[in-house]
């Protein structure tokens, strides 16, 4: 297939801690096509944090090259890479990430904000994105009172809302029960049918068994790919 979405080359990261280098990633290859739904997995040390941190563009390599809807990333500055993870990546994490005391809707308002998209717009499209997630009734209720799996459903709406072309989940079920867990599955199920291209980072078995194929880091390498 041609135009990939992620195209990751001879990637290597270094890290100085405590005056010893720790090689973090050591020459990463990597190509994820659109609409692909892939899992990645490694144990705490082996690089797959390092690894999402520049698939996410929260990072830069060393040495080696990153395409992200073809466009290089390797060199870009700051304010480029902040650009690109508003415009293309949405993010999902753990601890959910919203802010307090400020409602559901608000929350996913807020990158839409930094896209500089205008008010009226911005309501309209948090409000869909809510109400995709079955939380039509729940726009004004602020995180606290939220259960964890409607606190994780406002957080993908958040990610959603900018259309971004990538859904980067980073232990997306991890503070949530196994009956919520698979409920927040099902979601990022759905959202791939229709077509997202979507990152599952996870420790759990079962939850990377939701993605097409499952690679896993082991020492700064990619040592496995499961279809």
Do not use: W
């Amino acid at each position: 297939m041609s135009n990939p979405l992620i195209e990751v080359r001879e990637l290597y990261k270094t890290y100085a801690l405590d005056g010893v280098e720790v090689k973090a990633l050591r020459g990463i290859d990597l190509t994820i096509q659109r609409g692909e739904f892939v899992a990645l997995m490694g144990s705490s040390g082996s690089g797959k944090s390092t690894l999402m941190n520049i698939l996410g563009c929260l990072d830069v390599p060393d040495k080696g090259s990153y395409k992200l809807q073809g466009q290089d990333v390797t060199h870009m500055n700051h304010d480029q890479l902040a650009g690109l993870r508003n415009r293309d990546i949405g993010f999902v994490f753990q601890n959910f990430n919203l802010l307090p005391r400020t409602s559901a809707l608000e929350n996913v308002v807020t990158p839409l904000i930094y896209a500089g998209v205008g008010h009226e717009e911005r309501q309209r499209r948090a409000t869909e994105a809510l109400m995709r997630m079955g939380l039509g009734d729940r726009m004004t209720s602020q995180p606290n009172q939220l259960s964890g799996g409607q606190q994780q459903r406002v957080a993908i709406a958040r990610a959603l809302v900018t259309q971004p072309s990538l859904l980067l989940a980073d232990e997306p079920t991890g503070n949530l029960d196994s009956v919520t867990s698979n409920e927040i599955m099902d979601v990022l199920d759905a959202l791939n049918r229709e077509g997202m291209t979507i990152l599952l980072i996870t420790h759990e078995q079962e939850v990377a068994e939701h993605a097409h194929r499952t690679l896993v880091v082991r020492d700064g390498r990619l040592v496995e790919s499961v279809e």
